[in-house]
């Protein structure tokens, strides 16, 4: 399925499930196809189509939840970064190289979630990157602070530096995905209603662009519930915005 979209196999699937069920159709006996049988699977239908809408809807907000959080994580790396830098440019002449450690954790922060080549995948787990916070807070405990103002930029210094690491390992954590199984039965159901409605629709034109637009429709759906789920690869990723103007920020 890598190299293959996951939309395109459900849409192929779908709408195979609606034209065999068409080519089925035509050697069923006539009270198969009976308005009393139709009244039937169309209200069984409508009971899978319900339970497959809910169970769709919610994974869609949740994959689109677990992406707004990894946004936000980017979103408060970058105000953080700003912020240390800021504190340490108040301290003074030994915050000089923590701010250029900063400058370059930020730079590689930027390369390892937004390469610039679209095609490589980032790197969310990269141990030189996080060792550069390491570093850092290291250089920032061994700061001299001279009087009161000093040792508090120094501490406030070391809560910023906490928290971008906090979130530097949060976002190597990733986004669960959907478990295989659970969209496999999704799919199952769809099968199953596509099914019906090549059952006892007529073999023309029509129906069959409908049908297949609306497999395309499904397909898109379960296709965004997966690129939900890699935020920052894909179609749908997270903004670099954020990052991009923190760097901008401390490299001034």
Same mark, same amino acid.
């Given at each position: ?40 699977? @169309? ?31 980017? @979103? ?54 996080? @060792? ?31 928290? $971008? ?56 759906? $379960? ?30």
């Amino acid at each position: 399925m890598n190299s293959v979209p996951i939309n395109a196999i459900i849409i192929t699937i779908l709408f195979g499930s609606a034209l065999i069920a068409m080519f089925v159709a035509r050697f069923l006996p006539a009270h198969n196809l009976s308005p009393e049988s139709k009244s039937v699977v @169309s209200v069984s239908m409508a009971v899978i189509g319900t339970l497959s809408a809910l169970v769709v809807g919610l994974l869609i907000s949740t994959a689109n939840s677990s992406f707004i959080a990894k946004a936000q994580e980017v @979103s408060d790396i970058s105000a953080n970064v700003i912020r240390l830098d800021r504190l340490m440019q108040r301290f003074g002449v030994q915050a000089q190289d923590g701010r250029v450690l900063l400058r370059h954790y930020t730079a590689a922060e930027m390369q390892d979630l937004f390469p610039e080549n679209s095609d490589q995948a980032p790197n969310m787990q990269n141990i030189a990157t996080a @060792s550069m916070l390491e570093e850092l807070q290291n250089k920032i405990v061994a700061f001299m602070p001279t009087n009161d103002t000093q040792r508090w930029l120094q501490a406030q210094s070391l809560q910023r530096t906490t928290e $971008i690491i906090a979130a530097h390992w949060q976002l190597a954590q990733g986004v669960e995905s959907t478990p295989r199984p659970l969209l496999l039965l999704v799919l199952f159901w769809f099968v199953i209603i596509f099914a019906s409605f090549g059952l006892f629709a007529p073999f023309n034109a029509t129906s069959i662009v409908a049908i297949f637009l609306c497999s395309v429709g499904v397909g898109s759906a $379960i296709r965004i519930i997966t690129e939900l789920q890699e935020p920052f690869g894909g179609l749908i990723r997270v903004s670099n915005a954020s990052l991009t103007h923190a760097l901008e920020v401390i490299s001034r």
